[in-house]
């Protein structure tokens, strides 16, 4: 049982950071400043700014520092910035053939969360699905792995897939007959990539210990 409670380097390239004192918002890697980017780090930085700034605004979520530095997964990206890059253009892929909607694209993301429980992730998604019409009930349902009332048939169905690909590794035929009903299958696709892409962002911030930017979901049970 797991209780959700949640508030409103590489030789190759530069990775002289900044640590944060009070708030080691970086976690286990200093956070690169702006002025001690390389060529490389430079275009991720340009394509986090024009990309991931704005959703984060729009998301009501943290992405960057009162004084600019990127937090969360993408000072990841920065600091490698050849995987970090190819990590935004599987992103941009998705985007430009997106079958979901944007609370089905949250909650599967939120079905990753619940699983692997990197706090970060979990805390802007959380933003995210409010973001995307999802109420409290629903994602309290979703990080404890359970269904609700409250999500449509599409997310719901994507939210099990998800756990399915996640936990079981396996989809069993009556699942696969009722995402092939309801997401059908460039949907059922994309949720396989989209369980992909955060795992990964996942097993970075959970590697490097990135925190949560405030109060953040809590497992109380293991």
Request: net charge negative; glycine share 8%; aromatic share 8%.
């Amino acid at each position: 049982m797991f209780i959700w409670r949640f508030g409103h380097g590489s030789p190759s390239h530069n990775v002289v950071g900044v640590n944060d004192t009070e708030a080691p918002l970086g976690g286990r890697l200093e956070l690169l400043a702006e002025a001690n980017l390389d060529a490389m780090q430079r275009a991720v930085w340009d394509r986090l700014v024009s990309t991931q700034v704005p959703e984060a605004r729009h998301a009501g979520f943290t992405a960057r520092t009162d004084d600019g530095r990127f937090i969360g997964p993408f000072n990841a990206f920065l600091r490698w910035p050849g995987p970090g890059g190819a990590l935004l253009d599987w992103a941009r892929a998705q985007v430009q053939e997106e079958t979901l909607s944007p609370l089905v694209r949250q909650v599967v993301t939120l079905a990753v969360g619940a699983v692997w429980k990197a706090p970060f992730e979990v805390e802007a998604h959380i933003a995210g699905a409010r973001a995307a019409g999802a109420t409290d009930a629903a994602i309290t349902a979703v990080l404890s792995r359970q269904d609700s009332d409250d999500l449509p048939a599409e997310a719901a169905v994507a939210r099990r897939l998800a756990d399915a690909l996640l936990v079981a590794h396996r989809v069993d035929p009556g699942l696969y007959a009722e995402s092939i009903e309801l997401l059908q299958e460039p949907g059922i696709n994309a949720v396989a990539h989209l369980v992909g892409q955060y795992v990964t962002i996942s097993a970075l911030l959970i590697a490097f210990d990135v925190p949560a930017t405030g109060p953040t979901p809590v497992d109380s049970s293991y």
